[in-house]
């Protein structure tokens, strides 16, 4: 069994700073991307951003240059620094996970295979 967790969420004012864990634990045969997706109330899910088994990061531009993915490979763990917030920022974000012989990495949350249950972070003005 695969399970994904995610901690670190919390409210923040903008500009503020968040920074998100993922840890995923069971048995995967290929790990190739670990991202972030967040879903804000009455809008569609989005993708946030990812990193793949290289280290190769893709981010939405809504968040370039505000947010870093990261990931310590060892401890199965992808992290999500979060900087210069903004209350459009506001939403649950989802950890996830995409694995397989066919590679795939990005921000498309339908070719995620493993998902969290959602870490919620408030931007408040």
């Known amino acids: 069994q695969v399970e994904v967790v995610e901690s670190g969420g919390g409210s923040v004012q903008a500009g503020g700073s968040l920074r998100l864990s993922c840890i995923v634990s069971g048995i995967i045969y290929r790990r190739n991307c670990m991202g972030w997706f967040r879903q804000a109330p009455g809008k569609e899910r989005e993708g946030v951003a990812a990193?793949?088994?290289?280290?190769?990061?893709y981010y939405a531009d809504s968040v370039k240059g505000r947010f870093t993915v990261s990931q310590d490979k060892a401890k199965n763990t992808v992290y999500l620094q979060m900087d210069s917030l903004k209350p459009e920022d506001t939403a649950m974000y989802y950890c996830?996970?995409?694995?397989?012989?066919?590679?795939?990495?990005?921000?498309?949350?339908?070719?995620?295979?493993?998902w969290g249950k959602g870490a919620r972070v408030f931007v408040s003005s």
């Open positions: 990193i793949d088994n290289r280290g190769s990061s």
């Open positions: 996830a996970v995409a694995a397989g012989l066919r590679y795939y990495c990005g921000l498309n949350s339908a070719d995620m295979d493993w």
